[in-house]
């Protein structure tokens, strides 16, 4: 049983010391800016108040954050960890806990926020396929410029122990996996996880927890975009504004998404997405090689393959390096049942 059940992810938090360097790639990005209190907010046309926050300082990530059903759940959470319940300054105000996870992440929990209305995105126009014809008489004129993002969808995070940051997790916050990743059989390297809404459908993954041979950190965070050709269309605009593409375009095996990555002007990697999984509680968590991690099913090559399509024995090659890796720092880390 956990403390409480998040409904969804809320935001990322970093810090920078150009907010107008920061908010150029948002806009560029897609996403609604605007300053408060000296700090760089942006939104998407979900109505919620913030789905990115930048900071001044020194490039980092700072926190992430995820949405709680009520404040009732605050006060639970709050009592359980020993910290208040706050009054939340920001956009939208409502109430937040600011917890800290086993490897230092700051994770903050909000509640009661003030959503404005939503924001018109381009329509999902008719399409004509080889079984179905449902666009008749009319042309298909796209408008050039950002993607256009709905809401925030996920956050991956590097760990230091796979099964502690999971369980710490999923006993404050009542994740659900949907796939956990395997480097080699029974060695897991870190799982998708959800929200558990019960009957009503998740996206496949909210969080990630990866234990990866590095430094423990941020890896990306996801938002979602109108459809594909809004998708491609921000490929095209971010391309076109000289912007570093990180991996892309895609369709991922786990979470099904049509993928294109993205890094801010400090590196950190942000991900347009459309077309993803949803699943409900009674959906059972798989086990997936890391081959599925790295693979897509159409689409662009991991950077770490990127001119390598030739002998797919470098790519077996590759596959049995980072196993060697994992394994080696598996051996060394506590083993911790999985909750």
């Not at 993607?147 to 122990?161: E, K, P």
Request: proline residues 7%; glycine residues 10%.
């Amino acid at each position: 049983m956990s403390l409480l059940k998040v409904v969804d992810i809320a935001h990322v938090r970093f810090s920078a010391p150009d907010l107008a360097q920061m908010r150029g790639f948002l806009d560029d990005f897609g996403l609604a800016t605007f300053e408060q209190d000296g700090r760089l907010y942006a939104r998407g046309t979900d109505g919620r108040p913030f789905v990115h926050v930048t900071e001044p300082g020194e490039p980092a990530f700072l926190a992430i954050g995820f949405r709680a059903a009520s404040v009732a759940d605050l006060d639970i959470l709050a009592k359980a960890e020993g910290v208040i319940v706050e009054d939340s300054t920001e956009p939208g105000g409502g109430k937040i806990v600011r917890l800290t996870d086993p490897d230092g992440f700051r994770v903050e929990v909000l509640a009661g926020q003030v959503n404005a209305p939503c924001a018109e995105g381009p329509a999902d126009p008719p399409r004509n396929t080889a079984a179905h014809r449902g666009r008749l008489r009319q042309t298909v004129r796209l408008v050039e410029g950002p993607a256009h993002v709905r809401r925030i969808g996920h956050g991956v995070l590097n760990v230091s122990d796979f099964r502690k940051s999971e369980a710490w997790y999923k006993a404050r916050f009542g994740f659900l996996t949907s796939d956990e990743v395997e480097a080699a059989k029974d060695v897991p390297l870190g799982a998708f996880m959800r929200c558990d809404r019960g009957d009503k459908p998740s996206d496949h993954h909210t969080l990630f927890l990866a234990q990866l041979p590095q430094k423990p950190g941020f890896l990306h965070a996801a938002f979602e975009v109108a459809n594909m050709d809004d998708l491609m269309l921000g490929h095209a605009h971010l391309k076109a504004r000289g912007r570093t593409q990180a991996w892309g375009v895609g369709r991922h095996i786990m979470g099904s998404q049509i993928f294109d990555y993205w890094k801010d002007p400090w590196g950190h990697e942000m991900e347009h997405w459309t077309d993803g999984d949803l699943l409900t509680a009674d959906d059972p968590p798989a086990r997936m090689p890391l081959s599925a991690l790295l693979a897509v099913q159409w689409g662009a090559p991991h950077p770490m393959f990127a001119g390598k399509r030739a002998p797919p024995q470098k790519l077996v090659t590759a596959f049995m390096v980072l196993n060697l890796r994992i394994r080696r720092l598996f051996r060394r880390s506590p083993k911790v049942q999985p909750a």
